[in-house]
């Protein structure tokens, strides 16, 4: 039977949200074509995670004993190398996450397997795999195939599918790792400065602002709208890294995916790929901008082309 | 130590556009260029690697891509660097971060390059893939949105910050020679002077095709690809309701939105 | 691009009387300082504006007779063959470009003071104008009625013949007809006056007669103040105008309708400041109502969809404009063409009006430095000659004149490099419109911004880099540009350095904590204490402005001007309200003093009429007069200094010092434009920009050319036929 393995991610000892998801997509994709599901979890204490990952749909729970648990590229790949000659899945599914850039590329150009990333849609024709995935910023949609290809690597898009919540009993097996030349070695990981004790990610109201602030002067106009209004300030990655704003503010793939949001109000953002990985999935997006042809209006639910400012000056009198 | 600094010319849709004939691709008459957001930092850190390391460093700019991307490494060439590579060949049309891989892998070991700085992902189709791809089949060791880098020449080993989500970065060492994709904010672009332009136009850029490296037309172009466009089209997405008027009247309506969706009377 | 579709109404055409506009845009009689002595300068103007699009164009107001002289205020005019010759060259030009051409036939009353004709005017009533005090008129019996209304007919007649196709009768802004109608100006008891059909009896004679002279060659338009803003003492639009409109209907084939009156104009041209857009709609609206024929209005429009709106929603016909006509000619050919972001947008300074209240000079304009240049320089908006050479620019500063620059230089074809250490484009725009009601000053910033985006993506050399460290004189020698131009703005003196003294004030000091120039105001970046005194020494609108902010922010404001506050602001029709805001908010102005000295929270203030008024010689060292003896400290715990301005030259003078390595670094010249040359207008730093851009090829482009003059000509007589030696009766 044919395989779809997926790779199961994990940090700071909690599997990632979006490996439910990704399995969530590898039981949908089974459906269609009667394969089986099996997912492989690389750790140095496997059977932690493996009792998280019991879910309907899932037919094999794959522990892999590796000597660190933190994400080391090397070895993800001579481990993921391994399953693949072993269990030759047709498809392999991972997040498009940070540490998935790191090792699946290089494990398609070492097997020239068919590869795509941040795919969002996945479907058979006939026999034919076909994975869709945005261009040019979010304006157009691709249809890609992979003729030829046993085996097809893709990283999903976060957000997308709905993790299960169905519990089952998965059977658990041991895959032995081989060894590793580890070229890179981790020394600690960073936190960023909480100097808010705001979780954006927990909020359910957002008014996030972009680079048409343009300054930092004019932040305090939006953090007091924000107050006013009831909603939590966020940014967009460039307000992050001026410093205007503490990183714990940002909206992003590298800042937070506000899973909690309802409703999103942006202000001067265009909305660049990593911000909307942040943002897009959230019902109600109102998205204020002066360019007409900014992204961000591709996702949002309205859109106001206007200034910034003039809008905010009067929004405030409806709130206070 | 040699640096080689792959930059990327991409395509920017404008308003109207069509798509090509075979369905695969926007119509390029309807594209406007520019380089690659995150190569600007790529090639800054380079710079600054030179600047700081004086005649110990070299940093190579290339380019994949036809005669219109000479504009990226004048781009480059204008802020520093002594000389360009360029490789083009009709049999590139249509390669994926896998195929163009392949060039700045053989560029990479044609140059006998320490480093291959990319940038995390270019902005038209946003793979973020080309950089590690290039380590894959280099076999080097690699590191994917790099944040921060400490760098000496004749280093065997260097300190990077992978900028991971929910603003987690993580401090590794990697083993030279490697491959590092770099991302936003690492430095801040310098803007290239009217005498650096100049100068760049006299900078020697070499152009050659992929056969000069030894590779065949099946392991570039859509052959040489891990994947192919079956079709690239506008998605039919409900288009968010513009809300027009007055400023006064579309914040009147922003905030009924609002107090309807927070429960407010 | 193509024109959205919902601006289609505006390009219907639409009949007026014998004559047919071929789309809604319809600019209004306006000044522009040309009148009928400057015809190049007339005809240029007007027909620039129909080649941009514009339906129709008239003249400034025209006066009819001499009786009806403005000096020194410029006014058209058309008493004799003279001026009929020379306003054809108007007409043929609009002509040629397809639109049609009027003038607004003007008899002012007590309100033209006729300081060149010194003739005595006529009125409904005697009275000494409220706008021109001086001048009394006579009250007009029923001869002079007579001959009055022979003179709009007369004037029509020479219209026509000048190849005019509007003839108004002009009624607003408190001149003749109006006066007529207004209880303010009318007591009479006779026919005339009295009942509102008494009152209006001149006003619609005078249109039947005008119509009978010349309504079959040209459309009659009558322009109307359908309230004069006084409640019931002037004329209201519910009482009055709707009945008057149903009176005089048949006799006009288009209406054109504002509000207020003369001495407070500003009503009609609201300045940014404080009206928006179609602000005179609430009054204007009315009058389709109760007319069967087409009307027009202005209210400062500028936003083609809210013009799409206002001719759709039934409140006007067509849409009249002046000032949005002066920053863009072009404005309709640009809705046409789909081309909107392209517009310039007037920001309603009214720097225009500005000019001609002083009385004389030509417009200028601060969104369009082409404004005022057509003939004179041969400027046209669109249209740049192609540049000279190969030369690279390196423009320092984005502010007024470093962006003004940079655009014509790229619209040329040159190369350019626009650098600023700020992290947008505007320079001190950025600052500025974030005054209280100058948000649409930043309409300035927007355009030039909008269009170097659009212009540095057409030629891959130029750049603009924002946000970087201020340059050296080192960094611009090694730039590697052949040209510099140097546009590093002005600040305020940080010393109490002022026009009276020419000196700063001993003890003012904007470093310590208790002083402030307005940028730190501005900026934020310094506490601001509860009691502020503004020293000023300004005539525009910096202090007042800073006033109404910073009481707007909690503080409690005080005054100190040596000069006339807000002086200027009278030019720009924004005085009367800035005094009642000023009012309204409770700032105190204490007017004609100085300071003699400053300490961290207090200041000495001095009357600057202090000392005596006779004046005898007493030697050296000692003043002709008795010094004045009379000082008084004033507390405060902050003080803004708004004493002056002084330019930015570090730059510019560092480079002209090192001259001698200009060569060796292949700059072939270095130049100062805007505030960094001298401060000025922000209207006035923009033209250094673009007229730098337009004469760079000169051997001296740093000084400007001579500019093609209009004056009399020895030897040729104002009247065909007539004479032009020196003769006296005998």
Redesign the interface.
């Known amino acids: 039977m044919n395989k779809i393995m997926v790779i199961a991610e994990h ?2 000892g909690e599997l990632t949200a979006a490996t439910f998801e990704v399995i969530a997509a590898a039981v949908e994709l089974k459906q269609t074509k009667g394969f089986s599901v099996n997912v492989a979890v690389l750790a140095s204490n496997p059977a932690e995670f493996s009792a998280k990952l019991n879910i309907a749909g899932v037919d094999e729970i794959i522990e892999v004993l590796i000597q660190e648990n ?1 994400f080391q ?2 070895t993800y790949e001579a481990v993921i190398n391994s399953l693949l000659d072993e269990y030759a899945p047709s498809v392999v599914l991972t997040s498009n ?3 998935a ?10 097997r ?7 795919v969002f849609a996945l479907n058979y024709d006939g026999d034919d795999l ?2 869709t995935r ?4 979010e ?9 030829d ?1 046993e085996t097809v690597l893709i990283t999903l898009r976060g957000n997308t599918y709905k993790p299960i919540e169905q519990e089952a009993s998965v059977p658990v097996s041991s895959f032995s790792a081989p060894s590793v030349n580890a ?10 400065e909480t100097t808010s004790d705001v979780d954006i ?1 927990q909020a359910e ?1 957002l008014l996030s602002i972009g680079r048409g602030i ?2 930092e ?1 004019n932040i305090e106009q939006f953090e007091e709208l924000a107050d006013t ?2 909603f939590t300030l966020g940014c967009s ?1 460039p307000i992050a ?1 001026n410093g205007w704003l503490p ?2 503010r ?1 909206v992003g ?5 506000v899973v909690a949001c ?2 999103y ?1 942006a202000f001067g953002i265009s909305g ?2 990593q911000h909307m990985a942040g943002m897009k999935h959230v019902p ?1 997006i ?3 901008n002066t360019d007409a ?1 900014a992204s961000i ?11 910034m400012f ?2 905010a ?3 405030i ?3 206070e | 130590m040699k640096i080689l600094v792959p930059v990327k010319q991409v ?3 404008d ?1 109207d556009y069509e798509i090509r004939d075979d369905g695969k691709n ?1 119509d390029v008459d309807f594209l406007d260029y520019e380089i690659n957001e995150w190569d600007n930092y790529s090639w800054e850190l380079a710079l600054n690697l030179q600047e700081t390391y004086g005649e110990a460093v070299e940093i190579v700019p290339l380019t994949v891509g036809p005669d219109e991307a000479e504009d990226v490494l004048l781009n480059c060439l204008a802020k520093g660097g002594e000389r360009g590579i360029r490789v083009w060949d009709d049999a590139l049309v249509d390669s994926d ?2 195929a163009i ?1 392949q060039v700045i892998a053989k560029v990479a070991e044609h140059e006998n390059a320490d480093y291959v700085l990319t940038g ?2 270019s ?15 280099l ?1 080097w ?5 790099v944040s921060k880098v400490d760098i000496t020449p004749d280093a065997q080993q260097i ?1 990077v ?15 030279s020679p ?1 491959v590092l ?1 770099i ?3 690492i430095n801040e672009p310098r803007y290239a002077s009217l005498r650096g332009i100049k100068q760049a136009k006299a900078k020697p850029v070499e152009v050659m095709s992929h056969k000069d490296f030894g590779l065949t037309d099946a392991e570039v172009g859509e052959m040489g690809s ?10 039919e ?2 288009q ?4 027009e008027g007055t ?2 009247e ?3 309506r ?2 009924e ?3 309807e ?2 429960g407010d009377t | 691009m193509a024109r959205d579709s919902k601006h289609d109404i505006l390009f219907e055409p639409i009949q007026i009387g014998p004559k047919v506009l071929r789309n809604r845009f319809y600019q209004v009689p306006h000044c522009i300082g040309a009148g009928s002595d400057k015809p190049g300068f007339q005809a240029a103007n007007r027909s620039l504006k129909v080649e941009g699009g514009w339906a129709a164009v008239n003249t400034e107001y025209l006066s009819i007779h001499p009786e009806s002289d403005d000096t020194h205020r410029l006014s058209a005019r058309l008493w004799d063959e003279g001026d009929v010759r020379n306003l054809r060259a108007m007409t043929d030009a609009v002509h040629k470009h397809d639109g049609l051409c009027g003038v607004e036939m003007w008899y002012g009353g007590s309100h033209a003071p006729c300081m060149e004709s010194r003739c005595t005017p006529r009125g409904p009533s005697q009275y000494a104008s409220e706008f021109e005090t001086m001048t009394y008129c006579k009250e007009m019996d029923l001869d002079d009625i007579q001959m009055v209304q022979g003179y709009y007919v007369d004037a029509a007649k020479r219209a026509r013949d000048a190849g005019f196709d509007i003839v108004y009768v002009y009624g607003a802004h408190s001149y003749l007809p109006l006066q007529f109608l207004s209880p303010y100006y009318n007591k009479r008891t006779d026919g005339y006056g009295g009942s509102l059909e008494n009152r209006a009896r001149f006003w619609i004679e005078t249109l039947e007669k005008v119509k009978q002279a010349v309504g079959d060659d040209c459309a009659i338009a009558t322009r109307f103040a359908v309230d004069t803003l006084i409640a019931d003492a002037g004329v209201e639009v519910e009482r009055d105008a709707l009945k008057f409109v149903k009176l005089a209907d048949d006799f006009v084939d288009v209406w054109d309708v504002n509000v207020g009156d003369i001495a407070e104009w500003g009503e009609d041209a609201g300045p940014s400041r404080f009206y928006l857009q179609g602000h005179q709609l609430p009054w204007q609206r009315f009058i389709k109502q109760v007319s069967k024929k087409p009307v027009l209005g202005v209210g400062r429009f500028t936003d083609p969809d809210k013009m799409a709106e206002v001719i759709r929603s039934g409140q006007l016909d067509i849409i009249g404009a002046a000032r949005p006509s002066i920053a863009d000619p072009f404005l309709p050919e640009k809705i046409n063409q789909g081309r909107v972001d392209d517009i310039r947008t007037c920001i309603g300074c009214n720097v225009c009006i500005s000019r001609w209240e002083i009385g004389g000079p030509p417009m200028i304009c601060t969104q369009n430095a082409t404004s005022g240049e057509e003939y004179r320089r041969g400027w046209h908006p669109e249209k740049f000659p192609k540049a000279g050479s190969d030369d690279s620019f390196l423009v320092v500063g984005s502010g007024p004149s470093g962006s003004e620059c940079a655009r014509v230089l790229m619209e040329r074809g040159y190369t350019v490099h626009l650098v600023d250490s700020g ?2 484009i505007g320079g001190s725009t950025n600052s500025i419109a974030t005054l209280p009601g100058l ?1 649409e000053w930043g309409y300035h910033r927007d355009y030039r911004e909008v269009q170097l985006d659009k212009l540095v993506k057409k030629n891959k050399d130029s750049q603009i880099a924002l946000g970087v460290k201020p340059l050296t004189v080192d960094d611009c020698l090694e730039y590697g540009a052949d040209k510099i131009v140097i546009a590093t703005g002005a600040s305020w003196n940080t010393d109490g350095n002022n026009a009276l003294t020419h000196d700063p004030v001993e003890g003012i000091d904007t470093s310590t904590p208790t002083h402030l120039t307005p940028e730190q105001v501005l ?2 970046s310094k506490p601001i204490g509860k009691k502020v005194l503004i020293l000023n020494c300004d005539p525009y609108y910096m202090a007042p402005s800073l006033a109404q902010k910073l009481t707007e922010d909690g503080h409690q404001v005080t005054v100190a001007s040596g000069v006339s506050l807000g002086n200027y602001m009278h030019f720009t029709l924004e005085a009367p309200n800035m005094h009642r805001m000023m009012h309204e908010l409770g700032i105190e102005v204490i007017g004609d003093v100085w300071a003699s000295k400053a300490e961290a929270n207090r200041i000495q203030l001095y009357p600057i009429f202090g000392d005596g008024y006779r004046r005898e010689y007493r030697g050296p060292g000692k003043l002709p007069r008795r010094e004045n003896t009379h000082f008084d400290w004033h507390e405060f715990d902050s003080l803004v200094v708004c004493t002056g301005r002084h330019s930015n030259t570090e730059l510019y003078e560092g480079l002209k010092t090192r001259k001698d390595e200009w060569a060796e670094n292949d700059v072939k010249g270095v130049y100062v434009i805007g505030d960094a040359w001298a401060p000025k207008l922000m209207a006035d730093a923009t033209f250094d920009g673009q007229r730098l851009a337009r004469e760079i090829e000169l051997d001296d482009p740093q000084h400007p050319k001579p500019y093609r003059r209009e004056v009399a000509v020895w030897g040729a007589p104002h009247m065909p036929g007539d004479t032009f030696e020196i003769e006296y009766e005998s």
């Open positions: 940090r700071l933190q590229t090397d996450s940070i540490d850039w790191s090792c699946m590329p290089i494990i398609a150009a070492k020239q397997c068919g590869f795509a990333t941040d076909i994975a945005a261009a040019y910023g304006k157009m949609h691709v249809d890609l195939e992979f003729p290809k070229r890179t070695t981790h020394k600690r990981f960073i936190e960023p990610a109201l343009e300054n002067d209004m009831g990655r890294d990183k714990s940002q793939q590298s800042g937070k995916i309802n409703t109000l660049s790929v109600n109102i998205a204020v042809e209006f591709i996702i949002a639910k309205y859109g106001v082309v206007a200034d003039e809008i000056d009067e929004l009198n409806h709130f | 395509g920017i849709i308003e926007v971060s896998m891989a995390t992902l902005s038209d189709h946003s793979f973020a893939a080309t950089g590690m791809c290039v380590a894959g089949l076999n060791a690699h590191a994917a949105v300190t910050n992978r900028e991971l989500e929910a603003g987690i970065e993580e401090e590794i060492t990697v083993e490697a994709s991302q936003l904010g891990l994947s192919k466009v079956r079709k690239m089209y506008a998605p997405h409900s968010a309701e513009l809300i400023v006064a579309q914040a009147k922003i905030a939105i609002v107090k969706l927070k | 992290e947008k948000g900026e934020g």
